[in-house]
C-alpha cells in the first residue's frame, strides 16, 4: 500500500472533512475526547500521542439508540460516511471484538453493521504511552499495522500516511497534490519512534508479564479470593465497563412516546446488582466479588472460547477510570502467582 | 439474516385463561407467519412497558397461535395481568434450542416439573403424546404448592392422566380436602423403581430450588448427567447472545440453551441461583 507525507495535519484533515463527518480528538484535562472537526476553526488539530479516553464502541454501538420502534416497523436510521481520527492500535483491535458479536455472528445487528461500513478509520501510532498502557501484555503493540483506512505517524517535520485498505488509497489518489513522496529519513524516524515506544511499553509493563496464557490463569482460579479482596475496594461505579472499548452489554427497555411505542437499546454493566437478575429475585452473581469475577471470566476465557480471542486490549481506561486504582494487570499477576503455589490446581471453566 | 433483530412481530392477545391465583395463559396470535420448536422460548413485548422471556406452553403443531403461561413476578408480568382480550402485544424469536425430541426416541422421558414449570412441560408434553409411540414412556411427576397452584387443571387432572403410554403421578406441598393424589414436594413421588436407568432421560423444569432437588434425586437414581435435561431460567434480553444478561458460565442461555444438559453446566456453581 502507498505511504506519502504531508508537513501540516490541516490540509489533510480539510481533505477528509470536505467528504464526510470527522471526528478529531481534543485534549480535556489529562485525557483526549472525540470533538466534530470543524475546517473553519482557527484552532489547530492535535495530533494525540495516546489513545482518546472515548472508547471508539460510542461510534458504532451509541450509549443509547432507538432499536424498534411499535406498531410500525423501524428501518436503521441512514447513516453517512464518517471518519475518526486518531485510532490507535488498541482502538483498532477492539473494532475486531466487536464485530465478532456484532457483524460476524449468525444474528447481525443492522444498527452496528451500518455504522461500520460507513466508518472510515484513520489511526496513529501512539507513542506516549501512559502508565495505565498495557497492550503488549494482550497482543497489541504502539502502532498498527492492519484493520485502517489510513495510518499517520507523526515525526519531525510531518507526519507519514500510509493506506492500510482501499478505501485509504483512493483517498490518497484523490488527494495527490496535497501530499508528497515520504522521505527516507521519515520513515526511518517513524520505525524508531515504533521501536522505542514498544521499547518503553515494554518495560512499564514488566512487572505484570503472566507465566502462562491468561485464559489458562483464568480457567485455573475459580476459587481463587483475589476477586472478593479485590472487590472490597470497588465501589460499584460501573466506569470499568463504560470506558472499556470491548464491554458491549446492553439493556433493551421499552417507552411511550407520543404517538408510538419504542424499544430502547442502552449501554448496560455485568457489574451492576441487578445485572443478572430474573423477575422471582434469584439472581446468580448477588456478590460483588462474583460479578467481577465473571467479568474477568468473561474477557479472558469465555470469549476466547467462543470467538478465539481475548476480549481486553490492555487499552488501560478502566486503570485510569478507577477512583480506587483497581488494576486488571495487578489481579492477574496476583491469580498468576497464586497458581505458581498451587501448582494442581482444578480445571474449570 | 437482514432484519432488525430487536423488531417484534405484531400480535393479538386473543384469549386470557385463569390458570391460578397469581398465574394466566394468554393467547397470543400472531399477525405473521411464527413458529417454534418446542423447549424454544419468545421475547413478549407489552408495549411501552417492556419485555420479557417466555416458553410457549402450546404444542408447535398449532402454528396458528400460541399459548404462553405467565406467573405474577415482576413489573411487565403484574402489568400483563392486567391486559384485556385484544390486548396489542409484540413477539420476538423464537430463541434458543429446544428440546432434543428426535434423541429421545426410543427411551423413556422422565419429566419432573413444578409450579409454573409446566408451562414449558406443557408445550413438551403435547408434542411427545402426538407420537407417543416413538417413546418407550412418557413419566409425568408434576408438584404445585397447593391444588389450586396446579395449572392446566382440566387437562391434568383428566383426559392427560388417561393417554396410553403416560405414566402420571401428581403431588402438593400442603393438600385440601377433596385432594386424591401424594402430599409432599416433588422428590416425594420420584421413585427408582419407576425407572428405565438403561434407557431414560430425565427432563427438568421448575423453580430453581426444585430443579436442584430434582436433579440431584435423579443423579442418585443413576442418571448420566449428559441425560438430564434442565430448562434454564436467567434474565434473556436480547435473545441473540449479545447483551450478557443470561449468561451461566461461557453459556448464553437465550442462544446455547434455555435447555441444557446437567452435563453442560454442572461445574457453575450459581446455575440454580
Redesign the interface.
Known sequence: METVFINELKPFLDAVAEQMALFVPKKSGEHYVYIKYDHSSEKVVEFNNIRACTPLKEFLFPLCEL?????E????EEIKPFAVFGLKDCDLRSIEILDK??LE??????FYVARREKMFIISSDCFEPRESCCCNLFGGQSYAEKSFDLNLAKVKNGFVIEAGSDKGEEFLQQHKDIFVEAPAEALAERDSTRARTQQQLEENNAEYKLDAPVNEIMENSPDSDVFDIESQKCVECQACTRVCPTC?????????QKDY?A?M?MW?S?MRLA??????G?????MLG?RIK?RL??KF??FF??YGIDMCVGCGRCIDADSHKMDIRVVLKKLNEELKNKPKAKV?? | MNQNLYQPIDCEVTDIIDESPTIKTFVVVPEEKFSFRTGQFVELTLPGVGEAPFTPSSSPADTKKMEITIVKAGRVTNLLHECKKGQKVGIRGPYGNGYPIDDFVGKQVYIVGGGVGLAPIRSLFLTLVDRIKDFKSVVCRFGAKTPDDFIYKKTLFGPWQKIAGVDMKLTVDKANGQWQHNVGVVTTILDRGDVDIKNTVGVVCGPPIMMKFATQKLLEFGFASKNIYLSMEKNMSCGVGKCGHCMIGKFYVCKDGPVFTYEQIEQYPDIFD
Request: hydrophobic share 35%; glycine share 2%.
Open positions: 432499536a424498534a420502534v411499535f406498531p416497523p423501524v428501518e436503521p458479536v456484532f455472528d449468525e444474528f447481525e445487528d443492522l458491549h452489554c446492553f439493556y433493551l427497555y421499552d417507552t411511550k411505542f424499544k437499546k448496560d455485568c445485572y443478572a437478575e430474573v423477575a422471582g434469584a439472581n446468580p452473581r448477588k462474583d465473571h471470566m468473561h476465557s469465555y472460547d467462543r474449570a471453566k
